[in-house]
């Protein structure tokens, strides 16, 4: 199936430091979501994108669908402790009917 | 959001036999969907659950080894069949929702083992 390029795999950051990761593919997608997958969770969505180049907030979160429609990003500003876990981007395709198409993951870690 | 419930939450099965996944939402939903993780891994879509339709599978599954049942807007059910080691991973159902049915919402998941 289609594949999501997602980086960094990993990162170790300072608490307080500003965290970014990203998306990419191949082809085009209508849709971005990043989720975060906690320990013995299922994902949380965390923010959701609906048009090229748009840019939205969640708190400390920032997310931007590319204006290509094949790539987005995930900021974090000011990193705290309870920051950690896996963050996921998702992609819907056009024709999909809803499906979603995972990234790899990000192992996001954060030092006191 | 919906809120989704899964049972059961864990379970460690031997080889051979077959474990039923239940996923209940608090409302009711079109559309449902069932993913596995496997360790370490991402979400992988098995198939599309709608009600009063057979499911959808992606590529690599198959009915007879995950069977699904969607008897209500609000109820679903996975079957792993035949179960192997392989197996192992984390089953997990979302619903769509939030603009034009284009989030995804999803269980805790259920922490399968076979031993």
């Known amino acids: 199936g289609q594949q999501l390029n997602q980086s960094p795999q990993s990162m170790f950051i300072q608490e307080g430091e500003d965290v970014s990761m990203n998306c990419t593919s191949s082809s085009i997608f209508n849709t971005w979501l990043w989720y975060k997958q906690d320990p013995g969770e299922g994902p949380v969505l965390l923010i959701a994108?609906?048009?090229?180049?748009e840019l939205t907030s969640n708190g400390r979160l920032t997310a931007q669908f590319g204006i290509t429609r094949k790539d987005s990003f995930l900021n974090i500003s000011a990193s705290i402790p309870s920051d950690v876990g896996i963050y996921f981007c998702a992609g819907q395709r056009p024709g999909s009917a809803r499906q979603l198409t995972f990234g790899s993951g990000t192992q996001l870690t954060v030092l006191p | 959001s919906a809120v989704i419930s899964q049972k059961p939450s864990r379970d460690i099965c031997q080889r051979g036999t077959s474990l039923t996944i239940q996923c209940q939402v608090d409302?009711?939903?079109?559309?449902m969907f069932w993913y596995r993780q496997q360790p370490g891994q991402s979400l992988t879509l098995i198939a599309t659950?709608?009600?009063?339709?057979?499911?959808?599978?992606e590529s690599g599954f198959v009915i007879d080894k995950f069977p699904i049942s969607r008897p209500n807007l609000t109820f679903s059910t996975l079957t792993v069949s035949n179960m192997s080691p392989e197996d192992s991973s984390i089953y997990l159902c979302?619903?769509?929702?939030?603009?034009?049915?284009?989030?995804?919402?999803f269980g805790p998941g259920t922490r399968l083992t076979v031993t």
């Open positions: 409302s009711q939903v079109t559309m």
């Open positions: 979302s619903v769509a929702g939030g603009l034009a049915g284009s989030e995804q919402y």
């Open positions: 994108l609906y048009k090229a180049g």
């Open positions: 659950a709608n009600q009063g339709s057979e499911a959808t599978y």
